[in-house]
């Protein structure tokens, strides 16, 4: 039976100095042959420069790719190896989910992640959505995903260039030769944003990743992420609006109170009344700083391999 599995690296990256690592001690845990598996911390702080870095050197014929603050269940290789017995297969993944006893914000964030009107096709980052399907880069993401060393390699790794959505436009290229699975019971745990403030933070580089992206690696499927710039625009508006328009320029911003309600209503069958009223607020902020963020990255100047500056990357292998 074990001869029939693949060779795995679990590749994390971490931070210089960082002690405690959960992803290490949960990797640990995986119920895998030995002989099979691998677990390389790359240390650094550029992720994208981390990751090609320890791929290059991994022995795996699949990297599993782990953030520093996700925890696997112990099933997960065995899980992602079976999806691998089909060759078109190029890349596995499911969602991160918020743990149960997570504070309350944290938990409140994790509603916001989840529900469709914030965060769209992407919610299944978040949340199990569905059942395991062919899927693409709107609903996988790094923190738990598995991919062919190989395939990854011959593309050139991830786009150095990007941080984040790194991932994304890799994966678009993978899908152009092969499947990308997402499995809702492939998951790991993890906690969302600690603070408002690092939620704010998290949405502007979501937002300016993804608009740095679509400059150098342009699809349609980018098409929707353009609507919470023009959100922010039509708020900007709004005073001329009122000039011209008087009472109907308020009934798009009025629809908008609508869905919030309604999506709110949706979100408290599972989250509960007070978290779900909470997230109300959130999901606004979610458009407001993902549009802005995206409106920057429209216009930031993007580094090319030259101008870079050296980041060293220290590998160490985890002993099993």
């Known amino acids: 039976m074990n001869d029939s599995l693949p060779t795995v690296t679990v590749l994390i990256a971490a931070r210089p100095g960082q002690a405690e690592i959960l992803a290490v001690n949960t990797a640990l845990r995986l119920d895998y042959p030995r002989e099979k598996l691998e677990i390389i911390v790359a240390r650094g702080k550029q992720p994208s420069i981390q990751r090609n870095t320890g791929m290059r050197a991994a022995r795996g014929e699949i ?56 965060f769209g096709p992407s919610r299944a980052r978040y949340a199990r959505v569905g059942r395991l399907r062919d899927s693409s880069e709107k609903e996988l993401i790094l923190c738990n995903v598995a991919a062919r060393k190989d395939a990854m390699l011959a593309l050139g790794g991830f786009d150095e260039k990007l941080y984040p959505n790194e991932e994304n436009a890799l994966m678009d290229e993978l899908q152009k030769r092969g499947k990308l699975l997402y499995d809702p019971e492939l998951f790991v745990y993890r906690r969302p944003r600690r603070s408002l403030k690092s939620f704010v933070k998290m949405l502007l580089n979501y937002g300016r990743g993804r608009a740095e992206q679509f400059r150098l690696h342009p699809t349609a499927r980018s098409a929707p992420n353009f609507a919470p710039p023009l959100f922010c625009l039509y708020l900007l508006s709004l005073p001329l609006l009122w000039m011209f328009l008087r009472g109907a320029s308020l009934i798009p911003l009025a629809l908008y109170g609508v869905a919030l309600l309604a999506q709110a209503a949706v979100l408290a069958v599972d989250g509960g009344i007070v978290r779900s009223l909470c997230a109300i607020p959130l999901m606004l902020l979610t458009h407001l700083g993902y549009g802005v963020g995206f409106a920057r990255g429209l216009f930031t100047r993007l580094q090319s391999s030259s101008d870079r500056p050296k980041t060293d990357v220290v590998l160490e292998t985890v002993l099993l």
């Not at 290789?77 to 997570?102: E, H, I, S, Y």
């Open 63 to 118: 990297i599993y790719f782990l953030d520093d603050d996700s925890a696997p269940l112990p099933g997960n290789l065995r899980r992602a190896a079976a999806a691998f017995t089909d060759p078109t297969v190029q890349m596995a993944g499911g969602p991160n989910l918020c743990p149960a006893d997570a504070p309350f914000l944290e938990q409140v964030f994790a509603l916001v992640h989840a529900s469709w009107l914030a």
